[in-house]
């Protein structure tokens, strides 16, 4: 008999697992699809810790059934299904995993700004359908070099990007709701949101999903951008609107969009957009390295372990 119960929605890598097992009972869910909500309430019944995951919408009623619930962790650093609130009001402290994901997010966000701008995707095709020996008709890119990126969202990943932005000598403008002290030393630009739009020739989104940012992108935004931009979120899908980038794309408003997030997520294989030729979309795999997502489970069990033994958790969103 172990001193806790813990459940588990998705899968933790094989070390942190193990740390859990060695004070909690653990019921694991690895299936991909969402847990059933019978199921996850009756596996919450007697539950002393949950380990959620993007697909759990852990609202006021689900952090109000369980009095067993002492913490909720998260391996992620997005936590839009959690109502946070609800949480602090039953004295449930929340945990997820900000600081060991930044590198690897921006990795990916800048990597898709590069193959948006330089066609590897096309390169590919043209290699796999036999074209390289035959046609002069090479697929073209555009230079990163003396562009202007646009950064809506500049926290740690956003400063991470511009770095890397900066050393592909970039200009690079952000928005905010306000200036932020993380884009001083990375040559960053404060600028109003529209001046974001009508200036950037590559826009990176990075920020979080909320009631403001829901939508943030619908047709009105895609019509101020330059003919020629890039548009490219890693974010959360829903702050686009899907229908008006579809058309943005079609109409050629906007030249290319790179989308490592969708709405809806998953994105069927059929969806209109996946048909588009100036579209490009990953599977939400903006901290899918071994290393970062070993180091995510990592933190998300110690959350979970400190909260259970009435400690403070090392990266706590409600401290
Ligand atoms: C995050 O950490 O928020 C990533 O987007 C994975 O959900």
Same mark, same amino acid.
């Given at each position: 008999m172990k001193d806790f119960k813990a459940v588990v929605i998705g899968e933790l890598f094989p070390s942190p697992l193990e740390k859990l097992e060695e004070s909690c009972d653990v019921r694991v869910w690895?299936?991909?699809t969402p847990i059933p909500t019978d199921t996850l309430h009756e596996w919450l019944e007697d539950a002393d810790g949950l380990i959620s995951r993007g697909d759990v919408s852990v609202d006021e009623e689900l952090v109000s059934?369980?009095?067993?619930?002492q913490v909720i962790a998260q391996s992620s650093v997005g936590y839009d299904n959690v109502d946070v609130q609800a949480c602090t009001k039953k004295g449930i402290p929340f945990g997820n995993t900000p600081d060991v994901l930044v590198e690897a997010t921006a990795d990916l966000a800048f990597g898709l700004v590069l193959t948006s701008a330089r066609k590897l995707h096309d390169g590919w095709d043209y290699v796999r359908n036999g074209q390289w020996n035959t046609s002069f008709d090479i697929p073209l890119g555009t230079d990163l070099y003396g562009k202007t990126l646009g950064i809506v969202g500049m926290g740690n990943i956003g400063r991470s990007v511009a770095k890397r932005a900066q050393a592909s000598g970039m200009n690079i403008i952000y928005h905010n709701r306000k200036p932020s002290p993380k884009a001083d030393d990375v040559g960053a630009d404060y600028v109003a949101f529209d001046e974001l739009l009508q200036d950037s020739d590559f826009i990176v989104v990075l920020v979080p999903l909320t009631s403001e940012s829901k939508g943030l992108f619908g047709a009105e935004a895609f019509k101020k951008m330059k003919s020629t931009a890039h548009f490219i979120n890693a974010?959360?899908?829903? #702050? #686009?609107h899907t229908d008006d980038l579809y058309d943005a794309l079609v109409n050629e408003d906007i030249a290319h969009a790179a989308l490592d997030v969708t709405d809806p997520e998953p994105i069927r294989k059929d969806h209109p957009l996946t048909n588009l030729s100036n579209v490009i979309i990953t599977p939400h795999i903006g901290s899918a390295t071994y290393e970062t997502r070993n180091s995510m489970s990592q933190l998300t069990v110690d959350n979970l372990l400190a909260g259970l033994q009435g400690k403070r958790l090392p990266a706590c969103v409600n401290a």
């Open positions: 690895k299936e991909r059934a369980f009095p067993h619930l974010s959360r899908g829903p #702050v #686009v």
